[in-house]
DNA sequence: AACAATAAAGATAATAATTATTGATTTGTT
DNA sequence: AACAAATCAATAATTATTATCTTTATTGTT
């Protein structure tokens, strides 16, 4: 049987989602893995990336300075962008919060599938 | 004296935004606004929308497609984006919304600016 | 293990949105 | 009217992303 992920750079991709919290660009992933996968090429980090994230295996979070950031923490929560340095950080709200977003009526809306929620500002890096 | 929007072209773009609902592209106010100014070209539409962005006269909502959304209603409020066919409706949140979002503490922000929440799924067109 | 079918990859070209450049034109001030 | 600064159109350049096409890798079956 034809499992679904498995190619070994698909899956180098993954887990490198899965092991950072730098909600990295495909850029960044390509940059990383193209040290243990000579042969990588960008191409193929789009690719996979679109791939799962229709796999619903990783999200896109959000579009920071043009980019598009992943993460393959799929779990409801949000994120804080620093307009400084483009830090993406993890923001696990209270579970209150959700439901009370989630109780707007908005009037041209038929269905509501999900919500995005992100702060902006400076991170600690950036002083 | 130099005010600071003193251009027609200026003018018409922001005038334009603030008659709209449409949260449009800045290839939408380009198309709108070449019949009555035939002169007008692309690149003047993106540097007045940035710079009337700068200015705070108008605000970036989102990234829908790819393509950057703006709206000169400035004040506190959020959208929904219809993932069919890319509209953008205003969501404007009670007051307390805000307030609750804004004492989330957030490990490894310095200073929070502000935020963004955006809603996706089907608008009433679309049905 | 070998083979054929299929999926995935690399290389490269193509898009599409946006930004930068440059030289001409308009505007406000003297 | 003359001058300087701001603005513009036209165009070229960037940048992130997607598509194409040929080759390579992976899998299920024999």
Not at 52 to 79: F, Q, W
Not at 90 to 117: C, K, Q, T, W
Request: overall charge neutral; some cysteine; aromatic content about 12%.
């Amino acid at each position: 049987m034809r499992t679904q992920n498995y190619s070994k750079k698909r899956q180098a991709i993954y887990e490198l989602l899965l092991s950072t919290k730098e909600h990295p660009t495909a850029e960044w992933i390509y940059n990383t893995l193209k040290d243990e996968y000579a042969d990588l090429s960008l191409g193929t980090v789009y690719r996979n990336l679109k791939l799962l994230e229709k796999n619903g295996m990783i999200k896109s979070v959000a579009v920071v300075n043009g980019c598009e950031r992943y993460d393959a923490l799929t779990s409801p929560h949000s994120h804080f962008v620093c307009t400084k340095c483009s830090r993406v950080i993890d923001v696990f709200y209270r579970d209150e919060v959700p439901d009370f977003i989630r109780n707007m009526h908005i009037d041209g809306a038929d269905r509501v599938d999900y919500f995005s929620l992100i702060y902006y500002g400076t991170c600690n890096n950036c002083e």
